[in-house]
Every structure is written in C-alpha cells, then in structure tokens.
RNA sequence: GCGGUCUUAGCUCAGUUGGUUAGAGCACCAGAUUGUGGUUCUGGGGGUCGCCGGUUCGAGUCCGGUAUUCCGCCCCA
C-alpha cells in the first residue's frame, strides 16, 4: 500500500525536531523562569467536558471518537435513532462518541483543577505543552494536529499576573529573535459596548465582526453587523470605535466617551489602565492596546491577549490567551478566577522559517562528536570497546555499524551527519595502542593513546 | 463544511494542438582511488505520470469522480 498520513498532520525529520526543540526549550525554561509547574492531561477527554466552551463554530471543530465495538452493542436501534439525528444537525451524542480529542489546554486545565483542587495550592501556575486537534480545513500555518504551550495562574485575581504574562511573552519572544507586536484587549469593554448599544444578546455576533476589522476593513465590518441583525442606531454608536486610531492614552479616552456611565465599562477602562500604567518594563515591549481585538472563545471574561510576528509577510496569530472569570463553575468549582496565554509553536516555527532567525549551529548539530571506523569483524569489536570507554567520560560516539574495507564509505557517513571526529581502527592500532583522530573541518590528524584522546575530546569539545 | 488550485524519479521541476521507448539537475550505487570524507571524471539503477473510471486507433496531455497540497470563506495557535 501507499504510506500516508491524515491531512494537517506532518511528520517531524530530526532537522526539524532539532529547530523545534530549540522553540520549545526557550519557553519551557522561560516558564520554569517564572515559578511555573508542568502538569500533562490525556489526548482524549469526555465529550462532555469540551462541548459548549468554544462557540457554536468550536464545537463543530472538535475530533469526535467513534465509541469502540458499536457492533457489539445491545442498544442498537438508539444508536440508529442518534446515528439518524446526526446527519440532521450538529450534536453530541455520547452513544455514538463519548470521547473527543482535546481541542485546547485550557478546559482540560480547567477540569483538571477541579477534580484535584484539595490537592493544589492556590493560587496554581502550570504549565503543559501537548498537541491539540482540531477538525479544520487545513492551510499554510493551520493544522489538525499542533502543538500549545499553556501557562496558566488560576486561584487569583490579580491583575499582577497579566503584567507576569506580559513579561513572559516579551521576553520569549525576543529570545527567540521573533520580532513581535503584543496586542490586547478586555472582554468587559466588548460586553459594555453591547450593553450601550442596547444589543446585549448580541454579543458574540459583535464580537466577531469587529475583530475581522484590519481584514475586512470598516465597511465589511458594518455590513456583517447589520447581516447578523444589529440595528443601524447600533452600528452608527459604534463608528468611533472603528474610526478611531492612535496611541494607547487616547484609546482609553475613547472608550471613557463612548463607555464611561457603563459599570462594566468602567470596570473594563480599570484593568486596562492599570496594564498600561503599570511601572513595568512594558515599554520596551510592543504592547498595543487593540480595542477591536475580540478573541472567539467563548470563556474569555477579562484581559485578552494576541501576538503577531511584526516582520516578513507570513503573520497569522502566534500566541493567545485571556482572563477567564468561571472556567470552572460548570464543572462544580465556582469563584476561581484565572489568566493564561498559549504558545503555537507550530506557527513560530513557520514564522522563524521565514523570517531566518533560527540560530546557524542548530542546522550543523551533529548527531554525535566521534565515529569509529574500522576493517573487520576484529577492529570493529575493538572500537566497541573504545566507545564504551569513551561514553563513560560522556562523549558521544558511534561505531560504523557495518563492516566494510571501504574506509572511504565510512568517512563520508560522517561527513554527511557532520560527526566531527573520525577515529580509524585497524591492527597496527589495536597492536600499539595508539589511535589517529582526525578532526573532519580541517583534516587534522592526531595520534594518541586512549587517555589522551578523552583529554584531547574534552578539551576541543567545550 | 463551501469555492478555487496543485500532484510527473528519493528531492526540485521540464514535457509543444493528444502521436515512437516520458526527460534534466540534485541525490543514490559502482568504478577511476584495496588505510581516510567534501572537489572532479566515467558508467549505472530507479517511474502503475496521485488513485479510479471515461472519451479516443492512441492519454502524462482531454472529461468525470476521489485523495492530497496550497489559497479564499468560516474559524483559530
């Protein structure tokens, strides 16, 4: 048969791992920097758990698992009657798929608090970094199966940790050398406007148009306002918000006109001053304040964050996150408030990839430092031996695994792994006890006995 | 889920209005070079032209379906 693998899931080569793992261990440490703790949750979780946290559209995009030996089943004809609904509409029916694969890291987080919080001291920062799925039409920086990295406080209310995260998330991504434009926002400002505007049940609809502002332009905006039912008193109240551009001070003026008399309004212009004002090095940050940015999932209650690469010509969204007030009231744990933002690194990885800042050694990394070349059965056994000796003082090594009087063939198995050191072995070695190391970049060869050969490795390896 | 697009050797791609045995570069293997790689030269292997069906004397080329890639919508890391 042919060998392939399922749309929007990619195969990763060790190049490709080595550069993901670069991505991957600037964060985590950054994450254990700030007093994080790592926790892992299970791919698949109840149905139940995930449905009616991500919208009407998240739900939909959920990877539903087909319960196992339905033939086996004594209960066929409800599941015909389920399986019939089915094609109907969009629904859940745990007779037909009691498990889904987790769609994000912040509900399973959320349960997973809840089911442990005698055992948890609040207020809880974790941090997990797994795969997510998602049942998407795939496209360039858009998978089915990629990878987030969560780091989560929850148990608090302060506003302290959104300036935390903030910190993280500049200092991640300037390690990384990814040039960033950190934006957010707060839900209370968005649930003001709708409140203001006398279109409270609209919200989500509202939500949505205006954060399609920078792509869709105001126009497009409008339109799909008033598509959704909004009235045109409504739409004309909002103008100032579409209209207005300029630096972070006179957004928050804006917002005081247009929501000041509003209690969640005010709330809202609160938590985002105290952001902005907040003595931090925030300023050395690209942080804007974006009063159109909206976020589509559903649990968001306060800050909202985004980033976006700020360089090159492939920009999709590379991190989100928000404050979500009651993540775990439906799950029987009310009043636990909580904040945290998520790390694509499937979409870094794309934007380094373009934008070139992968550091050059990650792409020389060699798989090991030495390879152990040989004639026979006999000197083989005898590098055996060496790379035994060897890897006790720590220092990689290989022994070509074939045997071949083809040294040539050897060699350039090293040169193409980038292993820098070759060590030939034949009987005029195994009988003096002296080895020629040949350093691959510069053809340098060097006759020592073991000892000094680790010496020799140490030395040049640091 | 809807619309469009791509697919030819391991990789990147040519392939004329449908017409002999489908090509190139790189990679791979062998030799020049029997204890030392990168350069060079010579030779060689490798294709159900994504898959299924149709039109035709004849299909890589035209038509239908399907899968995949990428793009737009929707939504999002």
């Known amino acids: 048969m042919k060998p392939s ?45 995930l449905t009616g946290k991500y919208g009407d559209e998240g739900d939909q995009l959920i990877f539903k698992i087909l319960n196992s030996r339905i ?20 629904r859940n029916s745990e007779e037909l798929t009691e498990k889904a694969l987790r769609y994000d890291l912040t509900v399973p987080f959320a349960r997973y608090v809840v089911m442990n919080q005698n055992d948890i001291t609040f207020p809880f920062r974790r941090y997990q970094i797994q795969p997510v799925w998602r049942a998407d039409r795939p496209q ?16 608090s209310n302060s506003l302290t940790n959104e300036l935390e995260l903030i910190s993280l998330i500049d200092k991640s991504f300037s390690e990384l050398n990814v040039p960033v434009i950190l934006k957010f926002n707060n839900r209370k400002i968005l649930t003001a406007l709708a409140e203001v505007i006398n279109e409270r049940d609209k919200i989500i609809d509202i939500t949505v148009a205006i ?53 969640t309004g005010k709330k809202g212009i609160e938590e985002i001053e105290f952001i902005l004002n907040a003595n ?42 928000g404050r979500y ?8 744990l009310p009043n636990m408030s909580g904040v945290g933002i998520s790390f694509g690194i499937d979409r870094i990885y794309d934007v380094m990839e373009e934008l070139n800042v992968f550091p050059e050694q990650i792409s020389k990394a060699a798989s090991c430092s030495m390879l152990f070349t040989h004639f026979d059965e006999v000197s083989q056994a005898h590098c055996l031996q060496l790379a035994v000796e060897l890897r006790n003082q720590n220092i990689s090594c290989e022994v070509y695994p074939d045997v071949s009087k083809k040294i040539g063939k050897q060699f350039d198995y090293a040169n193409k792994k980038n292993i820098p050191f070759v060590c030939t072995v ?24 073991l000892q000094d050969m680790i010496d020799y490795l140490k030395t040049e390896l640091k």
């Open 325 to 332: 007030d009651d993540l775990t009231g439906i799950f029987g």
């Open 211 to 263: 954060d399609k502002l920078d792509k869709i332009g105001k126009e497009g905006v409008n339109k799909e306002l008033l598509e959704k039912g909004i009235s045109q008193e409504a739409v004309n109240k909002l103008q100032p918000l579409l209209d207005f551009k300029g630096t972070n001070e006179e957004k928050v003026e804006v917002l005081k006109n247009l929501l000041g008399n509003n209690e």
């Open 140 to 155: 360039k920086g858009r998978y089915r199966e990629f990878y987030q990295c969560d780091a989560d406080m929850i148990g």
């Open 426 to 449: 034949g009987s005029n070695e195994i009988e003096k006890q002296i080895y020629a190391i040949k350093y691959m970049e510069s053809g340098n060869k060097q006759e020592l006995n």
């Open 71 to 90: 033939h086996e089943s004594k209960n066929k004809e409800v599941m015909r009657k389920e399986f019939e609904l089915s094609l109907q509409s969009s």
């Open 280 to 321: 931090f090095k925030l300023q050395t940050s690209n942080l804007e304040l974006d009063i159109t940015l909206a976020r589509g999932l559903n649990y968001y209650t306060g800050t909202i964050f985004e980033v976006k690469a700020n360089a090159g010509t492939f920009t999709p969204s590379i991190l989100g996150g």
């Open 5 to 49: 693998i399922p749309r929007g899931t990619r195969d990763f080569s060790p190049s490709d791992m080595q550069k993901r793992n670069y991505i991957l261990n600037c964060i985590r440490k950054n994450f254990e920097l700030f007093g994080f703790q790592q926790i892992e949750t299970p791919a698949m979780e109840n149905i139940s758990t």
